[in-house]
């Protein structure tokens, strides 16, 4: 049984429980959710925020890095004084400024094949905000695995891509990510979008977007981008959406 609404509940997440998509059972089910969050960076800033402030109940929050001053331009998480300082730790005490009814458990460590399973068993959706292929692969096939819903993005430049994937759906529409970005032989799984470039803003709208995918999936309201790839360009400001479908050849959701 979930756990009732309080009366500073009530008023805090008022503006959400007039929604007719949300409304207090909604609101409940949020409260009683829990959100793994890959990755404290440019996407990671936004979407933690932002549902921190919607009422998530737990978030998971995992990043080996600290803060360096190159990551203030997009991580807006961050700032000066936070400087040489772990990335998972300023965000727990920032974030409980928010709403310091969260539950949040830290992860100050590389995730592996050895330990995500482990850690994402505990969660409902799993939000990736990592810059390579390599861990995005690697959380892809957990998710696919623990049956636990994925939100990823990626970004680069003026453009950003995000999807949602339920990847043991045994649908034809419903791919994961290898199916839509399959890895290519003799070609390295580690390469990273960090020198491409990132335009702050960006980093802000897909973060965004992704939270408000979590909020849907929790709530099972709406339309997820599943088996559909939102890309934003906003240097033409053009926006296109190209489905895919689960490939046949793929060893992790066949």
């Not at 998509?21 to 793994?36: D, I, M, P, R």
């Not at 998480?77 to 830290?106: G, H, M, P, R, Y």
């Not at 959706?125 to 390599?134: I, L, Q, T």
Request: with cysteine; charged share 25%.
């Amino acid at each position: 049984m979930l756990k009732q609404l309080s009366e500073k509940d009530i008023q805090r997440y008022s503006h959400q429980l007039i929604l007719k998509n949300v409304g207090y059972e909604g609101q409940k089910k949020l409260l009683a959710s829990k959100v793994f969050i890959l990755g404290m960076g440019g996407l990671g800033s936004p979407v933690s925020m932002y549902l921190t402030s919607a009422g998530i109940g737990t978030l998971g929050i995992a990043d080996f890095d600290n803060v360096e001053l190159s990551n203030l331009q997009r991580q807006i998480l961050f700032d000066q004084k936070n400087i040489n300082k772990s990335k998972v730790e300023i965000a727990k005490k920032k974030l409980l400024l928010i709403n310091q009814n969260l539950k949040i458990k830290t992860y100050k460590q590389k995730i592996t094949k050895k330990n995500v399973d482990k850690i994402i068993s505990n969660y409902d959706v799993v939000v990736d905000g990592s810059d390579n292929f390599k861990t995005k692969y690697l959380i892809n096939d957990s998710c696919v695995k623990n049956k636990i819903t994925l939100v990823s993005a990626a970004l680069r430049g003026f453009e950003a891509q995000i999807t949602t994937i339920k990847g043991w759906v045994k649908s034809n529409s419903y791919p994961c990510y290898k199916c839509m970005f399959p890895p290519i032989k003799n070609k390295k799984n580690n390469e990273t979008y960090q020198d491409c470039g990132i335009v702050g803003g960006i980093a802000g709208i897909a973060g965004s977007l992704q939270s408000v995918e979590v909020i849907k999936d929790i709530l099972g309201v709406g339309k997820n981008l599943l088996g559909e790839l939102l890309i934003i360009d906003l240097l033409f400001n053009r926006f296109k959406i190209i489905k895919y479908k689960k490939n046949k050849k793929c060893n992790t959701c066949k």
